[in-house]
Each structure stands twice: as C-alpha cells, then as structure tokens.
C-alpha cells in the first residue's frame, strides 16, 4: 500500500503498455486492471497475452 503505485479497487493500475504508475513497475494477469477497463474475472489466455505484451515492453526498454 506504500508502493506509490496506483490502484484501482484492490487491482494495480496499468497502462496499455502493462506499466504501473512507478515507471519501472510493470504487472500483467489477475493482479491488475487497465484504467477504466472493466473489472472482469481474467482467463489463463488473458494473462498471458497480458504477459507477452509486458515482455514485449521490457525488450524494447533494453534496447535488445
């Protein structure tokens, strides 16, 4: 809760990118919701996706 990384409800608050309101915290799955998104239980396939356009963000940061 002293994070400093916003919330919406109990789900961390993400950006299309899957990056949290601290810059160089991403989340992807059940623990987080795009802002305005609606709040819906995640299926395996939704995490995922998630997770593969949080890797796809981190590779870009790394310059790789």
Known sequence: KDS????EGDLLLVDDGMR???GTVFASGSVCTR???AVT?????DAAQESG????????????
């Not at 400093?4 to 919330?7: D, E, L, P, S």
């Not at 356009?53 to 790789?64: I, K, S, Y």
């Open 53 to 64: 356009v949080l890797v796809e963000r981190l590779v870009q940061e790394m310059g790789a």
């Open 4 to 7: 400093g990384i916003a919330t």
């Open 20 to 22: 949290t309101s601290v």
């Open 41 to 45: 239980e995640k299926t395996w396939a």
């Open 35 to 37: 802002s305005g998104g």
